[in-house]
């Protein structure tokens, strides 16, 4: 070991856990194979042991026995669920959240409102490291609404800046209608300043929209304190919901009204149940739901969502500050010296609950880890992404993986 | 009992289920409590045990075990169970459905993929008594697109025939982009001629969009035998997939590529996982798909869809017609001397697998229904409307469903 290392590298894996007040949680995820290290719960969090309960209670008990009276209380489901994640995770008054949909109709619909919201203006901003769903659908809007996008440029693993975002609202001077971006950003983890970004963007007079799929569950958002119009994320990353769980989307209360569903459906209608003439929607974020909810899936939502809410944000963010500083750390030790490059930011204020390392084999690296059972995810063209759920990974884990890495890598075996 | 009854009216029921070659099927689903009446399978099908099984099986195993292994298979999900609807009930080709969304939201994309390929066209052609779902999102495409909607009013239980369509059209030589229907009335149970309002919108140069949510599984379609273009639906109803179960939508493989998906999500790129510039569908039905699908809802539906194809959509068709004829009878025998009139059609070829029974106090004697055992589900105004699921209906029931109607209703108690 070199003489310049953190000297959080050293550190026994084992105390650090020991020392982990959310350690405890651990136990609440199923876990059927203790030696699998599963470094992907940024992607695909780990199943609580209560939404596994969940779901077959909804299928067994719900369906089965309630039949078409369960929609007496499912109906309620995406605003309930919406509020717990809201108010308890994202800083959300109530109200102002709904579980529905995925990530990319909710984006979809909510970036079309905003521009229909700005008609005389010409541009979207986004970044094109931007995750693809995003970037898909505005490319789609800036079409059919002949609109313009300002693609930022900005650095790989920094990401977006105050200042990248202020020099493109001087480019376009009262036209730009809308300013989007990811929260975290889904390949280097870097955090974008969202209380300042929002700030210049209402300053200029554009609209808003965060994608909160990598920060939700991992990072405090407080969306009604930093005056945020809108946002959307999925509920199946560090929020445990499950695979292809339902997303949700934010609307600030004074924009629900001010603002048109581009897809006007029947859950979002008042008085649904009497199937009158004319799309009339309801009152609050309810008049933004669209179809039928899966059912199935909003029970393992609400159960994902709830452990995190008890664990607290404050305390989630605290250990997924230490995870990815101990891996950091462990890179700087053991990745460094094969040739691998940090991809994320190393200050952690700026950087969200993944790690990425980055060396142009990144993608058979990655075959191989998860043949050696430690389970990353590869992102092209040269990272090896980390996801450090504070809920699920422990500090054993980041050790063990990194480890293997560095033998996979071609170093001496490490000892991890 | 008066001496015009239809004979059916005073068969043995336990003698028709005796002889009903589909009454095997019923053992399939999981029915914990067998005094209930189930007559709203057309709303909420009830749950194979199968897909009880499944959905268990995908929470504990696979999202447990797998984690975000899954995705190897569970990708490929949409398109698979597509297929085995498609093919299977729906009369189309291979790689024409996916199974994706909800159907509100695979109805605004289709419908206005279909305003998009008809520039020029202002009218869209749809029905008043049409699901409401439907007209909402016609409402705001009409408005969002500059188009306007040509309403057909038809007779409220015959829905609209072939003469009210021809007459729409040559009101609006050149100028109808889109006819869009549903196949069954969620109301009335009329099916509307698919076959020849399909090829009249064709001669008019108009696409045509059914929505199949109350035909799939109740009767047959014949997607490519008619040319049709566009389909949605849904597959909760007669499909048994599930509370909120993933819709499906249909395109003839010729348009997959000549219209343009809206929403341009990710799970509709080629080569998705290497997240590139520049949104690019990959080739077939696939390159319609959007977000993230719920791996749940999915494993649901894809039992559901195959208890129906393994029964054979002729098989559920014959039963369909025998069970609403002999609710029919029933009606006539026991309910029209209460006052009760008729609301579906009294032929069997123009009616689909539910029967509306029409009465002012429709709203108190639905939830007398229901308190007393019989669920059966009200729609405004004056309708009780008892859905007939042809593999989990019994005669019996129907005779129960019927009898206790009539009780309820003032009648004196009947033989059921």
Redesign the interface.
Known sequence: VALDVDPIATADPAALDAADPLAPFRRRF????PD?V?L?GN??G??PLR??ER??RV??E????E?????DH?LEAPRRIGDLLGTGLLGANADEVAIC?????NF?RLASAAL?ARPARRIIVTD?AN???D???L??LAR?RDREIAWLEPDPIDGPTVDDVEAVLRQHPGDVALVTLSHVNYRSAAIADLPAITGLAHASGALVLWDLSHSAGSVPVGLAEHGVDLAVG?T?KYLNG??????YLYIRSDLQAEL??????????AD????????RPTAGIGGWL?????????G?AEEGIRVSVEAGIEAIRAKGVALTEYAIALHDAWLAPLGFTLGSPRECGRRGSHVSVRRADARELTRAL?DAGV?P?F??PDSVRLGLSPLTTSFSDVARGIATLARLAGGRPADG
């Open positions: 199923v876990i059927p194979d699998i599963y992907d992607s695909l780990r199943p939404a596994i779901v077959a299928a067994a719900e369906w089965a026995g039949l078409i009276r369960g929609w499912w949909d995925s990530t990319t109709v979809y229909e094109r995750f693809p769903t970037r898909y659908v490319e789609g059919d999925c199946y499950g695979p292809g769980a339902p997303a048109r569903n581009p897809i006007q459906g029947w859950f979002g209608q649904q149940f009497e199937m009158g003439q004319g799309f669209t179809g039928t909810p899966g059912v199935l899936g909003l393992a998860i389970i995810d992102r092209a």
